[in-house]
């Protein structure tokens, strides 16, 4: 997971400016490359994870680099996997939403998923749901077994 950004020296052109357009994704599609001959190399798996879309409905700017990462490697050691239908439903930055009473920052049915602005990251109902859209990425690839996790999050909390 890697939202995207051009701030640091690594992702700055010839001039020190900070890469953009066809640049900057040829360099995030170049790392995400390295990154998977390392892993592979090691005989790990990987699974690209794209952040919900921003405020403003802003989506990440590894998206597309990343959602296109299991076709560039097929076989099924490369994954991709979006958080978009549970944290950014259809596109769309979303704050709070209804939750059930055993996910973490629900309090009367309703939870918040994002910090207050100007701040994008997750609150515990948001962090929760990440996590659980990781963890089922995970069993539909059959990289772990469901048999050995939590029945449920008071496992995972007490």
Request: charged share 20%; hydrophobic share 35%; glycine share 12%.
């Amino acid at each position: 997971d890697h939202g995207g950004n051009a701030l640091t020296p690594c992702m700055a052109g010839e001039d020190g400016k900070p890469l953009q357009g066809t640049d900057y994704t040829a360099k995030y599609l170049a790392d995400a490359q390295y990154l998977i001959e390392v892993a592979t190399r090691m005989g790990s798996r990987v699974l690209f994870v794209d952040q919900p879309v921003g405020r403003g409905d802003l989506p990440s700017g590894t998206s597309e680099v990343f959602r296109s990462m299991p076709e560039r490697h097929p076989g099924g050691l490369v994954r991709f996997v979006s958080t978009w239908p549970t944290l950014s439903p259809d596109g769309h930055f979303l704050q709070a939403a209804p939750c059930l009473d055993h996910e973490p920052g629900c309090l009367d049915g309703r939870g918040e998923l994002r910090s207050p602005p100007p701040n994008g990251h997750l609150e515990a109902l948001g962090a929760w749901r990440y996590a659980m859209v990781i963890v089922e990425a995970f069993i539909d690839a059959g990289w772990i077994d469901p048999g050995t996790l939590p029945s449920g999050p008071s496992e995972t909390t007490d």
